[in-house]
């Protein structure tokens, strides 16, 4: 079994849909978790960025983590074309030390956004 | 600014030949990352460097993999020989110790196609 489990969709919702992506995770000792958007053939680029358990908004883009469940969510609201591309849960374990920059990342969710 | 820059973008070659990818960070960013991401999964750390110094290593398959960063600023990854199963992304990151724990910086990546 992965640390960090991911469904790799492909979701498809028309614009103007709000979308709710999910990752679970079965270490109890990740603290800082991530959204990053990855378009087709570029590189991940951070969206959203937590510590610890609660709810981070940003624009369209709302971010809540529950550590008791061990599950965290992205939802996009009034979702855009632009939006479309594969979203990808991590988790890291400490600020400092051996695990600082260590992302264990999710498989990846494919969406897309049609007019 | 300029963002993480790698090369080449794309690399296609027969198995048991060598391949190197380079990659220029952020300027300013003491702390340079390659991420091996397959296809429909998520990046995997492969090393991270503190300045030159290479701090976590431990996924890096050392009988063929090595890795270098001279100067504490560009890198190096090289495969020799490679395999059919490294055929995959190889992606480049970097951050600064300022930043968050998970606040990283991709490059688009190298692609490399072993035959």
């Known amino acids: 079994q992965k640390e960090v489990e991911q469904d790799p969709g492909p979701l498809s919702v028309p614009e103007g849909a709000i979308v709710s992506l999910n990752c679970t995770y079965s270490?109890?000792?990740?603290?800082?978790f991530m959204w990053y958007r990855q378009y087709s053939r570029k590189g991940p680029e951070l969206l959203m960025y937590?510590?610890?358990?609660g709810n981070k908004e940003d624009g369209r883009f709302t971010a809540q983590v529950d550590k008791s469940s061990k599950y965290i969510s992205l939802f996009i609201r009034d979702s855009q074309p632009s939006d479309s591309a594969t979203y990808l849960c991590a988790m890291t374990l400490y600020a400092g030390g051996t695990s600082y920059g260590k992302l264990t990342f999710g498989q990846g969710t494919i969406l897309t956004v049609h007019p | 600014e300029a963002g993480v820059v790698q090369s080449p973008r794309y690399k296609i070659i027969e198995k048991k030949q060598p391949v190197a990818f380079w990659c220029n960070p952020i300027s300013g960013h003491n702390t340079l990352y390659w991420y091996l991401q397959n296809l429909g999964q998520g990046p995997e750390l492969l090393i991270r460097?503190?300045?030159?110094?290479?701090?976590?290593d431990s996924q890096l398959p050392k009988d063929r993999f090595s890795a270098e960063r001279l100067k504490g600023v560009d890198s190096t990854l090289k495969i020799q020989p490679a395999e059919l199963g490294d055929s995959a992304v190889y992606l480049c990151a970097s951050s600064s110790l300022g930043q968050g724990a998970g606040e990283l910086f991709f490059g688009e990546g190298s692609r490399l196609t072993v035959l």
């Open positions: 460097y503190e300045n030159e110094e290479a701090v976590d």
């Open positions: 937590t510590y610890s358990s």
């Open positions: 270490n109890s000792a990740f603290q800082y």
